[in-house]
């Protein structure tokens, strides 16, 4: 995707398809042009990548938004556990990372309800997960119809959830990647004064760019801030009145 839903960016077909319409008070602030960054993770809880990434977040001060998947919160609670007493914060990316897409309503909840079960169960508390990332970033990334659009956001509205997608893609799941590739592709954001939010994956090409990626962020002197930051400087409210706002404007079209 090259666009963030519910406004940690701008592009106004994302907030067409998902996020708060007018009259809902848009802030001045944008993460793109205030060049600060968020730096997201997909597809955890996972052994062999979550405690590298704590220890580098540690070391570089970097608070970070993790969008986890319940099936794998389940086999790896205590890393969940961690995430969040290290001052991270925590979103849906489903529970079996199936395509939203291509599910109906009920099974897009099912996917949502059973990651905040597991979470739930993890933490023994609740913690709303109200930042939803959709597997792929479909139906926003790739060519999806509008219909598609409009169910998955429906199921998320449903779910008093803001969607959350990035604009910055650091290509790590595809083959030919390489820190270089990583490291070049920041760095022109960089020269162009282009902040935003960065995805990573848990691949053998982020954990071998992370600490690099971190330095030079490091060296730019730009703020690296939590998604649900972005939100909230953007649109002046908290994630729960969004995702309340989002729910009531879907009951309104019932």
Known sequence: ?????????????????????????????????????????????????????????????????????????????????????????????????????????????????????????????????????????????????ERARVKVAQAIASRRGTCVLWNLGSSDTRPGCTPAKILAGLRTSLRRSRGGVLVFHPTQCSKRSLNAVMKLLREANVKTRRTSEFLQSKYGLSLRELGEFGHKRLVATL
């Open 1 to 145: 995707g090259d666009y963030i839903c519910n406004g940690a960016g701008t592009s106004s077909t994302c907030e067409r398809d998902c996020g708060p319409p007018s009259p809902l008070p848009v802030q001045m602030f944008d993460c793109v042009n205030d060049m600060d960054f968020a730096l997201t993770f997909d597809d955890v809880p996972r052994a062999h990548f979550a405690p590298i990434v704590l220890n580098l977040l540690r070391d570089y001060k970097i608070p970070a938004t993790f969008f986890v998947m319940g099936s794998l919160v389940k086999r790896c609670p205590g890393l969940l556990r961690q995430i969040v007493a290290e001052g991270h914060e925590l979103g849906n990316h489903s529970y079996t990372h199936r395509n939203f897409a291509r599910l109906t309503i009920p099974e897009i909840r099912d996917e949502l309800d059973r990651t905040q079960d597991a979470v739930d169960k993890a933490l023994g508390r609740h913690y709303p997960l109200t930042q939803i990332r959709p597997p792929y970033g479909a139906p926003w990334a790739g060519r999806w119809r």
